[in-house]
């Protein structure tokens, strides 16, 4: 690569750390682009040669994110539980989730500010995250849906978000993930083999 492709790059990274910085300070709605720049250092111009937005700044976010994500599921492919009928399988999930979600926790609340007020990037959202749905769609297979399996898994997605986000304060991080584990698998569970 290139001194100047590396530059580039290293800017790129700088910018996105920053933007992150600035969402969790202020939220998404309230960041400006000159807050963005200033956190990392850059000139204004700078922010153009590699995003159109904040909304790009934070699409190219979530692409990072999903990538990790698909990194991890890889090097784990053959060796987390995948069958929802059983507790362990859903409660493997449950905590990968809500790993993820303490880790990353101001993205994904700066996804949910931006797919909030505007339409065209929450269907880039969720063009973007429907592989993983898929994915959690798949283990559900072997219960007795009351529909499209797609469906059931956002409905087991949003509520791990929802609950993620709206957590009582003072809930141990272990209780939480054993809570949602009992609800979600409780629910399954109750659907019964197909």
Do not use: C
Not at 73 to 101: I, N, T, Y
Not at 125 to 137: N, T
Request: charged share 25%; net charge negative; aromatic share 8%.
């Amino acid at each position: 690569m290139s001194v100047r492709k590396q530059q580039a790059a290293q800017t790129e990274l700088e910018l996105k750390a920053a933007a992150v910085r600035v969402f969790a300070r202020t939220g998404y709605l309230k960041a400006k682009i000159t807050d963005i720049t200033a956190e990392a250092g850059r000139a204004t111009g700078s922010f153009y040669k590699h995003f159109t937005g904040k909304e790009s700044v934070l699409e190219a976010l979530l692409a990072d994110l999903l990538t990790r994500t698909d990194d991890n599921l890889r090097a784990l492919e053959h060796g987390h539980p995948d069958d929802f009928r059983d507790r362990e399988a859903v409660r493997w999930h449950v905590a990968s989730f809500w790993d993820f979600q303490q880790q990353h926790r101001t993205v994904l609340v700066a996804l949910q500010q931006a797919s909030t007020v505007d339409a065209a990037f929450a269907r880039r959202q969720d063009e973007m995250l429907e592989p993983d749905l898929r994915h959690l769609a798949e283990h559900l297979s072997g219960l007795a849906l009351p529909g499209d399996p797609i469906v059931a898994a956002t409905i087991v997605s949003r509520l791990m978000w929802s609950f993620a986000t709206a957590t009582p304060p003072h809930t141990s991080d272990d209780e939480a993930i054993e809570t949602l584990t009992t609800f979600i698998h409780a629910g399954l569970a109750g659907l019964g083999r197909s």
